[in-house]
């Protein structure tokens, strides 16, 4: 089945530091959502991109879909502890349900 | 308060045993999905309903089932459990009238089988 990779696993950074997680697919997508876990939380929807090459920023998040939407990246740009937590890209089947990718865990210290 | 709620919050059962995990979607939210997050994996996708059908089928165990109701609330029935069946199950939902609409999830039940 589908499978959408992210990198890295894991990264830690100091505040202040920015922070890039990317996602890859073998398969061009239809569209692309991002996805933040918080420690202990629930998986909460953040953006969700449709078109080639589409870039949206939310304040200090930057939200890319590559030109061929088989790759999409996540930048944060000077982290702060909020920022703590796994994110998700995900991407849907033919059937519409997401595959989720396998994550990028964020720690951030001071 | 995401509006997607789960019960119960936690559970702690025995090997071999059979339990329901419950989900009320979003108001206005027509599928409901189902998702089992493990320690050392991601989100894997076990089943979607939309309106009361079966829509789609990820890695669902046999031993596993799932429906959902008229008013919508879906229920996950896991049976014959496994140490292996311990992991946060995790409900989403979604308007499921659009192309492809962002999901909401619920906070989750943490199964323990013991």
């Known amino acids: 089945g589908q499978q959408v990779m992210q990198i890295p696993q894991y990264q830690h950074v100091q505040e202040g530091e920015d922070f890039t997680t990317y996602c890859n697919s073998s398969t061009t997508l239809s569209n692309i959502q991002w996805y933040k876990q918080r420690p202990g939380g629930h998986p909460v929807f953040l953006i969700q991109l449709v078109k080639s090459g589409e870039v949206k920023k939310q304040k200090r998040l930057t939200f890319q879909f590559g030109e061929a939407k088989k790759n999409s990246s996540l930048h944060i740009t000077a982290t702060q502890t909020t920022d703590v937590g796994t994110y998700f890209c995900a991407a849907p089947t033919a059937g519409r349900e997401l595959t989720f990718g396998t994550g990028t865990r964020l720690q951030v210290t001071l | 308060d995401s509006g997607v709620t789960q019960t119960p919050k936690h559970l702690i059962t025995a090997t071999g045993q059979r339990v329901t995990l419950r989900c009320s979607p979003r108001?206005?939210?027509?599928?409901v999905y189902w998702y089992q997050q493990s320690l050392d994996q991601g989100l894997q996708f076990l089943i979607q309903?939309?309106?009361?059908?079966?829509?789609a089928k990820g890695n669902i165990l046999e031993r596993f089932s799932a429906q959902q109701f008229p008013d919508l609330h879906s229920e996950l029935n896991l049976s014959s459990l496994e140490l292996g069946d311990s992991a946060l199950y995790f409900c989403a939902s979604s308007p499921g009238t659009g192309e492809v609409d962002g999901y909401t999830f619920g906070s989750g039940t943490r199964l323990t089988v013991v």
């Open positions: 309903y939309y309106n009361g059908e079966e829509r």
């Open positions: 108001s206005g939210d027509l599928s």
